[in-house]
């Protein structure tokens, strides 16, 4: 490994497990990295390097001794700042929250500690999770490694900038509509939402959520390619007391064979090089002996206005702390709450929505149950400029292009967005989803079609002076 920050997960297990590299000089060379690129990203904003070095110490003294390391002993990692880590303020990048310490681990946390990977540091994310661009009221804006002027992505904006730039060889983030799949497609990077129950969820801070976090959030993790993400999802998945929502994970089952291709998952107009791409992802498919047909989703102004009706209710909490977050995440709030004109109590639309829910998750398993996957674009277009966010118009035109994403989250099924293609200097995301349980569906098409095209990252931050 010539440069050991910029090998995969894999390799530098292999190189940890063989002796040819330390735990420490891993995790000394990922904080150099982190030194080296971070001033133009402003990813990583917590960083506690002392608790790195000390735990990897840990588990190049468990080697010396011929004593039990996890699977992932010495292989470093970051978070999002809306997991709970021990001793330290689960901020979600508001300043509302910046002194709500974790008593301890929360349930992924711990998995990852206990597998012995070692924590490098948190990464930034908007107010409480709630707009599609990185920039907090704690830590300010994350820019985009790809191209400066163009947004991360949100909310995990901060994992998949980190993540691309060679900060870190993997991540944790989280997705209540598209929040790790649009910044995993922004970076050029692999980003996975588990379907609902397969990894454990827990937050302190919020023991009571409201019922769109119950049914919606997905926490995941990201990863420059496939068979990395995999290494985590292997420690992740399983029952958790902390959950009781939590399941038991699915594994094997029937191969995937049949992909159906949804080139223009809305009335969104998609550009040309994005159509190209999925194209050329799906043919490569093809020549891997899938079946491969072209299919579309009816029915998703109804998912969609579905999603919103629960979405809302409750969303970003008390009106009245709106103007303590940040100001960008203040006016998205009060753009989305007023921007459709819907009558009615909010509580109605809540129900009616809960109603709904069941009968159009019966009715898309029967439109997904004809393949095993679907493909389609993760973005309905290029990442957006940074300053996209600050007008009406830029949120409607933004959220246009990623409400699709909705749909995933609305029927708690499993998705993943990896890059497939760069087009004009910006990478382009594709996803993958199957049903409820069928993870290792997603994984699988996933996997064939990276042997085929290879990974993109890591890349060094374009412009900047390293």
Known sequence: MTRPWAASAHQMLDELRSGRISAVELVRECLDRITQVNPALNAVVVLDADAALA???????????????????????????????????TSQGATILKDEVAAHDGPMIRRMRQAGAVLLGRTNEPDLGIVYHTNSSLYGPTRNAWASDRSPGGSSGGEGAAVSSGMSPLGLGSDIGGSIRGPASFNGIVGFKPGLGRYPD????????????????????????????????AVLRGVDASDPWSSPSADGGRPPRRVGVVYSPTDTAVPDEIVRAIDDAANALAIAGYEVDETRIDNWPELVDTFTDIME??????PSTWQALH?????????????????????????????????????????HSRFDALLMPTW????FLSGALTT????????????HLYIFNLLGLPALSMPVAVADGLPV????????????AVLTVALDLEDQIGTFTPIDPRGAQL
């Open 55 to 89: 735990q990897a110490r840990e588990v190049d003294d468990a080697r010396a001794r011929g004593g039990p390391v996890g699977p992932l002993a010495g292989l470093p990692y970051t978070a999002k700042l809306d997991y709970d880590v021990e001793g330290q303020a």
């Open 202 to 233: 827990y937050l302190q801070s919020d023991p009571e959520p409201p019922i769109h976090e119950q049914l919606f959030v997905g926490r995941g993790p990201l990863a420059r390619s496939v068979r990395d993400l995999a290494l985590a999802d």
């Open 313 to 318: 209710n409750g969303f970003g909490g008390d």
């Open 429 to 440: 995301g594709l996803h993958i989803s199957s049903l409820r349980h069928q993870e290792p």
């Open 380 to 383: 309905a277009d290029q990442p």
């Open 327 to 367: 100001k960008d995440t203040a006016f998205f709030l009060e753009h989305v709450h007023t921007r459709r004109g819907k009558s009615g109590p909010a509580g109605e639309r809540l129900a009616t929505g809960l109603a709904k829910r069941h009968r159009l998750g019966v009715e898309f398993n029967a439109f």
């Open 392 to 403: 009406a118009e830029g949120i409607e035109q933004t959220m246009a292009a990623g409400r």
